[in-house]
């Protein structure tokens, strides 16, 4: 590398791929909303409903909710591959693909090993997979990195973090840029 060369920006290009990855509480969806902050108008996908009967969760969406500009425009849905597919030149922020991940597996009755799940899931995120490399308006993916702790316990909790893990790889591959939040600090690994 020449000495005289400028390092690569850390602000994602108007067409950018990003993928940003953290643990719990790491900082990587106030890193997200920051990029997105950038952009004249976003559209946030969040994974999850709310559930007024798990009061944490509730608070988690709700602080979220209260960190997003007021134009920003919030949908909730799990067809996070249509929504890439979208024509618009609008960023779309979604949050998370650890939320989508857990859905699709309990759509495809993975938690249980149902019959055909396997096949179920690796269609679901190979469409995924396929909408962000074929996605034509910027986008900003936030994901949990939940492979690097304690071996789950349990035979599900293996499988989902496995599933992570193979999920992420996948994303970051298509992505043109991709971060790694620690304490708050992100870091550029693409």
């Known amino acids: 590398m020449r000495s005289d060369a400028t390092p690569p920006s850390s602000q994602p290009r108007r067409t950018d791929r990003v993928l940003v990855l953290g643990g719990a509480r790491s900082g990587k969806s106030r890193f997200a909303e920051s990029l997105a902050r950038a952009e004249d108008g976003v559209d946030y996908l969040a994974t999850s409903a709310r559930n007024p009967d798990d009061p944490e969760w509730e608070a988690r969406v709700t602080a979220h909710r209260l960190r997003r500009p007021p134009e920003w425009q919030t949908v909730e849905t ?5 929504e890439l597919g979208r024509r618009t030149d609008r960023l779309l922020l979604v949050d998370c693909l650890t939320v989508w991940l857990t859905r699709q597996m309990d759509l495809a009755g993975s938690w249980d090993d149902a019959p055909g799940c396997d096949e179920t899931l690796r269609t ?7 909408a962000v490399s074929a996605c034509l308006r910027p986008v900003v993916l936030v994901s949990n990195e939940v492979g690097q702790g304690v071996v789950p316990a349990s035979a599900s909790g293996r499988r989902f973090r496995d599933e992570m893990g193979i999920l992420n790889a996948q994303v970051a591959a298509v992505c043109d840029q991709v971060f790694f939040c620690v ?3 992100p870091q550029r690994l693409k």
């Open 124 to 130: 679901a995120t190979s469409e995924l997979t396929a």
């Open 78 to 82: 799990l067809d996070v591959a249509s």
């Open 183 to 185: 304490a708050g600090l």
